[in-house]
C-alpha cells in the first residue's frame, strides 16, 4: 500500500515466507518478523537451519509412511509391537494421541491426509494401494481405522473399510466413544483408551 | 514424554526451533511443522533462505534506527520529509500505522522496544543516548513522543520528555484522542491523524 512505508526487501520477502505457515497472517508474520530480526537473531539462525536439515533429513517410514529419519522408523522396528495389528490415522499427531493413551501395542499407518474430493484429495493422492499392500503382509489381522469422525474421516474410513475387507482383512472401527464431529487431537487419552477397547468390526 | 512416540531428531529440532516464534506453543508449532514437510517443502526452503538474507542483509538505519537494507533508510534519505520533526514510535509497526494515517511528514526514530525494567530494558538497552544524539542534530526542532499508551510506553514518553528537553528540544506527545491503555498498532488511522494535529506539548 502507498500509506505504508516501503519495507527493505529481505525484510518483506520474510513476512511473506512466514506467512505460508498455517494459520499465520500479514500482522502475526510481521509481528514473528519484527521479533526474531531485533530480540531473537539466533533464533531465526536456529529455525533456518532447523528447516533446512528437516527437509534434507526426513523421509516418509517405508512402512508406516510416518516422518522418519531413517527407512524404518523405530515404532515400525520395534519387536515388542505386536504386527497382527495395523491402525490407520490421519496424521503423526493422532498417532501421538493414541500413543499417548497407552492402550495400543500394534503398529501405524500413517495416511498424512484424509479423503476431501473438494481439494482434490483422492485415494491417488494418499497411496491408498500403498495402505492396502502394507495391510497385505501376511502378518496384519485387523486394521483398526481411527480417522477423525469428522464427515471427511468418516469418508476415508468407509472407503477404506471396503477396500481392506475386500482383501479379506478384519476391519474396525474407534468406538464412538469418541465425541462425534471432534478431532482426535483434542481428545482426552483416556476417552481414547475406552474407544480403542470398545472398537468395533466395520 | 515417554507416552508419546519418538520423534525424529530433525523434526524434534525444527519443532523446537519454531516454538522460539513470538505465540506459538508446542502444539501449533508441530502442525506448521507437519504442514510445512508434509504439504509445502517448497514454503519450507523458501521460509529457511528468507530468514538467512534477512539476518544477513538487514540492518538498522544509521538515523532512524529502524530496519534497512542500506545504511540510511528512504524514509531518513527522502529530501521531501520535513527534518525539524522527530516522530519516535516503539517498535515498525507503529511507526507505519502513523504513516498510514497521512497525518505526518516529518522523520522518525525507532526504539524497538520500551522501557520494562521488570524485563531487564532500560535506557541503556534502549540505546537512549543514540536518539539524544540524533534528536540534537540542530535541524530537530521538536520531538514528538508516539509511543504505545500502555504503563511502559507512558513511562518511556516521560523518561524521554525530560531528557530531550534538559538539551533544548521541544517535546510533546500524541494527543489522548487515542484510546488510553491501547495500542497504536490496533488503532485506526483517523483516530491517529486527529491525535497528531492535537498533539500537546509534553
Ligand atoms: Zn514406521
Ligand atoms: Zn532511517
Not at 138 to 159: D, M, P, Q, S
Not at 178 to 186: F, I, K, M, N
Request: glycine share 8%; hydrophobic share 40%.
Amino acid at each position: 500500500m502507498s500509506s505504508t512505508l516501503p519495507e527493505p526487501e529481505p525484510l518483506k520477502a520474510l513476512i511473506e515466507a512466514l506467512r505460508r505457515l498455517p494459520g499465520v497472517g500479514a500482522r502475526t508474520a510481521r509481528r514473528m518478523a519484527y521479533h526474531m530480526l531485533q530480540h531473537d537473531v539466533a533464533g531465526a539462525q536456529h529455525l533456518a537451519a532447523a528447516l533446512g536439515d528437516a527437509v534434507r533429513d526426513l523421509r516418509h517410514c517405508e512402512r508406516c509412511n510416518g516422518f522418519s529419519d531413517e527407512a524404518i522408523c523405530p515404532v515400525c522396528a520395534n519387536p515388542k509391537r505386536d504386527p497382527s495389528l495395523l491402525c490407520v490415522v490421519e496424521t503423526p499427531a493422532d498417532q501421538n494421541m493414541i500413543e499417548s493413551s497407552h492402550g495400543y501395542k500394534g503398529l501405524y499407518y500413517v495416511l498424512m491426509g484424509r479423503l476431501a474430493p473438494l481439494e482434490g484429495v483422492g485415494p491417488a493422492e494418499l497411496q491408498f494401494d500403498r495402505l492396502i499392500r502394507r495391510a497385505c503382509d501376511g502378518e496384519v489381522r485387523e486394521v483398526i481405522l481411527a480417522t477423525n469422525f469428522t464427515a471427511e474421516g468418516e469418508t476415508t474410513a468407509h472407503y477404506l473399510a471396503e477396500s481392506l475387507r475386500s482383501h479379506g482383512l478384519a476391519v474396525s472401527r474407534l468406538a464412538r466413544g469418541v465425541p462425534a464431529g471432534s478431532e482426535l487431537e483434542y481428545v482426552d487419552a483416556g476417552t481414547i483408551a475406552w474407544a480403542l477397547m470398545e472398537r468395533r468390526s466395520s
